[in-house]
């Protein structure tokens, strides 16, 4: 099961379904089965204390992935600032749905095993989220 919620900012407008399909359809392709998954939605001040409180880091982020994973099933609670996503589209250049559905995504590749610290994992990362925002668009484009 998959949960959307926000604490201190408004849901973003997603498609639960669609965007609940496709994560399925990524996990799968890393032959991973989602399990309990909780998504929650908050601003840069909240993600700043969690980062704090859980991580011990003293910076904004895009997104915290706490990873729960049993085997081949994947669970976890990813908690993304919809403040730093607006901001990094805007930087980037980057289209604002585009933007969040791409750290939506990042969350779910780093409880299938995807790593992005290490030398030449961000681009290994990078590379793993253009596929599946392509398989996003080739599965939009069949409904």
Not at 40 to 66: A, C, P, R, S, W
Not at 82 to 93: M, P
Request: one cysteine or more; aromatic letters at 8%; proline letters at 1%.
């Amino acid at each position: 099961m998959i949960t959307y919620q926000a604490e201190g900012v408004e849901l973003p407008s997603i498609k639960h379904r669609e965007t609940t399909a496709w994560i399925k359809a990524v996990a799968a392709t890393y032959g991973k089965r989602v399990g309990s998954i909780g998504y929650m939605f908050v601003d840069d001040k909240k993600i700043l204390e969690v980062n704090n409180q859980y991580l011990g880091h003293d910076y904004y982020t895009d997104i915290i992935t706490f990873d729960y994973d049993d085997g081949d099933v994947i669970n976890g609670d990813l908690v993304i600032s919809l403040d730093t996503v607006r901001s990094n589209a805007e930087l980037f250049g980057k289209d604002y749905a585009d933007e969040l559905n791409r750290v939506i995504i990042h969350g779910i590749l780093h409880l299938c095993g995807i790593n992005d610290k290490g030398p030449g994992e961000r681009e290994i990362m990078e590379a793993h989220e253009e596929k599946a925002l392509a398989l996003l668009k080739e599965m939009q484009r069949q409904n």
